[in-house]
């Protein structure tokens, strides 16, 4: 069985258009797809990519925000070098993954995208759950780091907690819309949600270091909506 699944993704179209044409995952055709429908990158944008190995994304977002924009990854895995792109190995739910990150980027970011997935179990329920748990880290991220107005576009496993997450996410941002790209796995559960015109009405403040108190970045905790 795993012989056949391997031989039917190696003759995938979209596959083996990212080998053809150097990006690291198929994925990367589906953040293509996303942003030439909704526009979500501009020239200049600072990007946080979570969930970012094998850096398909990052590949992306690079290119279309240009050299004025700034791109960094975090994965639990560590991911090949891209120039001109930092990556942090670690996970985006520790707090000590998170302080880095708020280190490393110094600044808000005009988008976060999150192409996060849980190691799949086969339970359609709980892969459901546990989808949905990590898209409330990624709205967390947005709390702390997302300019006003800033966008968000992230992985989800359609379910019943579904609804709730949408909920959630316009209590935060002016538009928020559901979609499915063409490069998407025709049987896969997967959409992609893609919010736009944060509020910042949710925004969790961050003690920033400067010369007189040389503080650190203080951060307190983090998992499900506040």
């Known amino acids: 069985m795993h012989e056949r699944w391997l031989e039917e993704r190696h003759h995938e179209y979209y596959y083996k258009l990212a080998k053809k044409m150097d990006y690291r995952s198929r994925a990367s055709f589906k953040l293509m797809q996303i942003d030439d429908r909704v526009d979500i990158f501009r020239d200049g944008d600072r990007v946080v990519d979570l969930g970012a190995a094998p850096g398909g994304w990052l590949q992306v977002a690079k290119e279309r925000v240009g050299d004025k924009g700034f791109v960094i990854g975090v994965d639990l895995r560590p991911i090949q070098p891209l120039p001109g792109v930092p990556t942090i190995v670690g996970d985006i739910t520790d707090d000590a993954t998170m302080k880095k990150l708020l280190d490393m980027f110094q600044g808000e970011a005009d988008v976060i995208i999150s192409d996060m997935a849980p190691n799949i179990c086969g339970h359609y329920s709980t892969d459901h759950a546990r989808s949905i748990d990590l898209c409330t880290y990624a709205v967390n991220v ?64 961050l003690e920033i270091p400067d010369e007189k108190t040389a503080k650190k970045r203080e951060f307190t905790v983090k998992g499900n909506f506040v």
């Not at 997302?146 to 966008?151: A, D, E, R, T, V």
């Not at 992985?155 to 790209?181: I, Q, T």
């Open 142 to 205: 947005c709390d702390r780091i997302l300019k006003k107005n800033g966008k968000l576009v992230m992985k989800v496993f359609y379910g019943d907690m579904f609804n709730d997450l949408l909920k959630e996410l316009e209590r935060r941002f002016r538009v928020v819309k559901v979609h499915s790209p063409d490069a998407s796995r025709p049987t896969s559960s997967e959409v992609y949600v893609i919010a736009k015109g944060f509020l910042a009405e949710t925004r969790v403040e």
